[in-house]
């Protein structure tokens, strides 16, 4: 069965370090990947979508990279900040035209100042 | 709105009795998805309507759970004889049609007592 996989524990960094999240999948061939930002309280926010025909994709102090021989996307954040501290989710959705995706379970990231 | 909007925010109900969530997505989204996330669960896709189409229910639970869309719009989540596990906050997306990125609401935090 198709299988999302996070780093369940959070990761702490130190303020201005990069973080780096990891989003591994099996039995899968997504067409895309999405990685949503979600905050206590709130609904995920979405922050980036690489394509399976993508390498990379960069977005201010955000980077996405996307693997499908690993099977693996990394998610960078530069610069880090406190207020960056929030989980991180990926999101793939089958090729085939699913427009259903399916959610991994999250990496809490936190920064400290 | 500018943005999808959950009601209610929160709602505690007794064992056995029906509830029911609403949801109003962003004007113009013709997708519209309903999850459930449990306390440091991922996201489990319970529903997804886009357009006239019929739903896609293969992500409901059982057959206590529901869910319409009058007009295109607003979408109602019924769930019927409340157990104590589908406590967890369920959330509402939208999106264009045939668009990956999806818009979340707030959520409504259910409690069944």
């Known amino acids: 069965s198709q299988k999302i996989e996070q780093n369940s524990e959070a990761l702490n960094i130190q303020e201005g370090k990069t973080a780096t999240l990891t989003c591994n999948y099996t039995n899968y061939s997504p067409a895309y990947l999405q990685w949503y930002r979600q905050d206590p309280g709130r609904g995920p926010v979405f922050l980036l979508l690489i394509r399976e025909n993508e390498k990379e994709k960069r977005k201010e102090r955000l980077k996405v990279t996307f693997d499908t021989t690993l099977k693996q996307s990394l998610f960078h954040i530069t610069a880090s900040q406190p207020a960056d501290s929030a989980t991180y989710l990926c999101?793939?959705?089958?090729?085939?035209?699913?427009?259903?995706?399916?959610f991994g379970r999250g990496t809490s990231l936190i920064v400290h100042p | 709105g500018a943005g999808v909007s959950q009601s209610p925010s929160n709602k505690v109900t007794e064992k056995g009795k029906d509830v029911e969530l609403r949801c109003d997505p962003i004007?113009?989204?013709?997708?519209l998805y309903w999850y459930r996330q449990s306390l440091g669960q991922g996201l489990e896709f319970l529903i997804y309507f886009q357009g006239n189409s019929a739903p896609d229910k293969s992500g409901l639970p059982s057959d206590r759970f529901s869910a319409e869309r009058t007009g295109g719009s607003v979408s109602t989540l019924t769930i019927q004889r409340t157990q104590q596990e589908d406590s967890a906050v369920y959330l509402c997306a939208s999106s264009l049609g045939g668009a990956e990125t999806q818009y979340f609401g707030p959520g409504t935090r259910l409690l069944v007592l």
């Open positions: 004007s113009g989204h013709t997708a």
């Open positions: 999101a793939l959705d089958a090729s085939g035209g699913s427009y259903i995706p399916t």
